[in-house]
């Protein structure tokens, strides 16, 4: 039986699977090496013309339209339907929340992931992290004497995920005297699994899981490749390979694992139905953002102010916003930041794809002091049209939040969308003369550029209650784990980037400053970047467990941006090409109906 089915009327074509499985590098650095699809680059010349009347000519990469631009306006959207859905959660969910609440000890821990899983964590959050906290407290006692490994590897995946420090010598029970994993765990394909799933939130100090990780994905892979495993766990196992549930956003797990949940023989039909009603009203939840987000930027018009040099992305935008704001409820905050999205793209496509230098400076210069530069008015209208779009868009985000009575919101977002421009003029100037500088200097400013910290600001922005005054401080201090995010960004960017870069004739790029300053060949700066970016992995895991002085929602959007990061960059470049994996992904959540 069918769990997802297409919207009849909507046809994307899909890439090929045999396209998607990983290279050999995908177990020495945690995600596969760069593909890249082969296709000529486009080039076309425009004429720019300035107001005093000057002619310059330019050369840029012509970049089409996101066929999902315009798709939303036409799609209907039943209110009616989506009305009866909240009848029924409503129905269902004091039932959903009876059953957890009268589970005890190791059971409840286990259905917090299921329902993590099947992405109904959020109905529940005070429920689960009063429960984690209480049993924290005697998480030894549930632990003494446990030797399931499925039961072990779960529990910790739960209270690591929600910032509860567990040991990984919780596995050393699992090994045989010589320091080897027990042969008798091979047969054990669900422990191996959340082994494995477990693995994912080491930390630089739990060399056991970074031995449990090798174990598990070569055990994994044969257990994929043979028939011992029923079809749907094969499938399972699969997906987990390619992609674990800690490093990938909360609702693709949710789509793939709703379906999975339905073949095991023991799942309870009334969770089933309340997975399947909440996934289905959100993703009506998300059609009705996208027709008011398509509706404002057919409104802005700014696709028709600008040459075509830019990434029209705004749903592939909105669909990279849900790692952090997924629940129904935060529509205005998804609005908001895929707005803010749309602006940071245009802001990066227009310094590094299209402007002059002196251009460049100039638009530079009108934002730092945030009001035209004298010379603006001498300068090509495209550029006048970004700078008055971005004016115009910040000053819509200042009416939204004066209520909140928090003008500090968008004063500590300008300052953050500052320092973003002048890294993004900083390396203009680096490309216009193809300066490679030192690794360190590129990633000093560059990190800046990847806007992590500007994204922040708008998320605490965009999501009211998140706008305190001591957030924007920790942000501003540049704490580790945002310096880890800012790394593994830019990295993972670079590495998928490159031949983009390159077919432009943008040379200042991470692999290239490497190369130049070690001296090393282009794949052995790519495995040790690749090298660079599992380092952060374990850093911003371990930051997740110790950072205090905010709250939990600061927390969970940090997770969220590192899951964004890696589904956008996993393997290829998929912002500026989404037509791979992300087309696959977004069909699934915005066309894909859930079978009721």
Not at 35 to 54: I, N, Y
Not at 497 to 512: C, F, H, K, P, Y
Request: glycine residues 4%.
């Amino acid at each position: 039986m069918e769990i997802f089915r297409p919207k009849l009327g909507f046809h994307l074509s899909l890439p090929c699977r045999n396209s998607l499985f990983l290279p050999p590098i995908i177990k020495l650095y945690g995600f596969p090496v760069t593909s890249f699809a082969d296709k000529r680059t486009e080039h076309v010349h425009l004429k720019a013309t300035t107001c005093d009347g000057q002619l310059t000519d330019r050369k840029f990469k012509k970049l089409p339209p996101s066929e999902w631009t315009d798709h939303f306006h036409s799609v209907p959207l039943d209110v009616s339907e989506m009305d009866a859905l909240k009848r029924e959660i409503d129905t269902l969910k004091p039932e959903v929340k009876n059953k957890f609440m009268s589970s005890q000890g190791i059971e409840r821990i286990l259905m917090i992931y299921l329902l993590v899983s099947l992405g109904l964590a959020y109905h529940f959050e005070e429920e689960i992290y009063d429960t984690l906290k209480d049993s924290f407290t005697k998480i030894e006692e549930m632990m003494d004497n446990e030797e399931d490994l499925y039961t072990v590897s779960i529990i910790f995946w739960v209270f690591r995920t929600y910032g509860h420090y567990i040991s990984s010598d919780v596995f050393t029970r699992f090994k045989e005297s010589n320091g080897n994993f027990k042969e008798t765990l091979k047969g054990d394909a669900k422990g191996i699994l959340s082994l494995y799933e477990a693995a994912h939130l080491r930390t630089a100090k739990d060399y056991i899981l970074e031995e449990a990780l090798s174990f598990t994905s070569n055990h994994l892979k044969s257990l994929a490749a043979g028939e011992t495993c029923p079809p749907h766990l094969s499938m399972h196992i699969k997906n987990a390979l390619y992609l674990s549930q800690h490093w990938n956003m909360e609702m693709l797990v949710a789509v793939k694992y709703i379906p999975f949940y339905q073949q095991e023989e023991d799942h309870d039909e009334m969770l089933l139905r309340f997975a399947k009603i909440s996934f289905r009203l959100l993703q009506l939840q998300y059609i009705q953002d996208l027709k008011i987000l398509t509706d404002w930027y057919k409104e802005v018009d700014i696709a028709s102010k600008l040459p075509p040099y830019f990434r029209h992305r705004i749903v592939e935008n909105h669909f990279l916003i849900q790692a952090i704001f997924s629940e129904p409820q935060l529509s205005r905050a998804r609005i908001m930041l895929t707005q803010y999205y749309t602006i940071l793209a245009i802001t990066d496509d227009t310094f590094d794809r299209y402007t002059s230098l002196h251009e460049a400076e100039i638009l530079a210069n009108s934002f730092e002091r945030w009001s035209p530069h004298h010379a603006m008015y001498k300068q090509p209208e495209f550029l006048k049209a970004v700078l008055n779009f971005i004016f115009d868009t910040y000053k819509d985000f200042e009416k939204e939040v004066r209520p909140e009575g928090k003008p500090y919101s968008v004063e500590a977002n300008i300052e953050e969308f500052k320092a973003f421009v002048k890294a993004n003029f900083e390396h203009a100037k680096w490309a216009h003369a193809a300066h490679l500088p030192s690794f360190e200097k590129y990633m000093e400013v560059a990190e800046v550029e990847i806007t992590i910290c500007a994204v922040f600001a708008a998320c605490f922005m965009s999501l009211g209650k998140m706008a305190t005054k001591e957030a924007y401080e920790w942000l501003k201090s540049r704490p580790r784990l945002v310096k880890s995010l800012c790394v593994r960004g830019r990295l993972m960017n670079d590495i998928t980037g490159l031949e983009d870069d390159m077919s432009r004739g943008q040379i200042t790029n991470a692999v290239n400053c490497y190369m130049k300053q070690y001296g090393v060949t282009k794949q052995d700066a790519l495995r040790q970047l690749h090298k660079m970016v599992a380092d952060t992995d374990n850093i911003i895991n371990e930051k997740l467990l110790t950072t205090t002085g905010v709250s939990r929602l600061v927390l969970k959007t940090a997770l969220g941006l590192a899951q964004s990061i890696t589904v956008c960059y996993y393997g290829y470049e998929g912002y500026t090409h989404p037509e791979g994996k992300i087309k696959e992904y977004m069909t699934s959540m915005f066309v894909d109906q859930i079978c009721l």
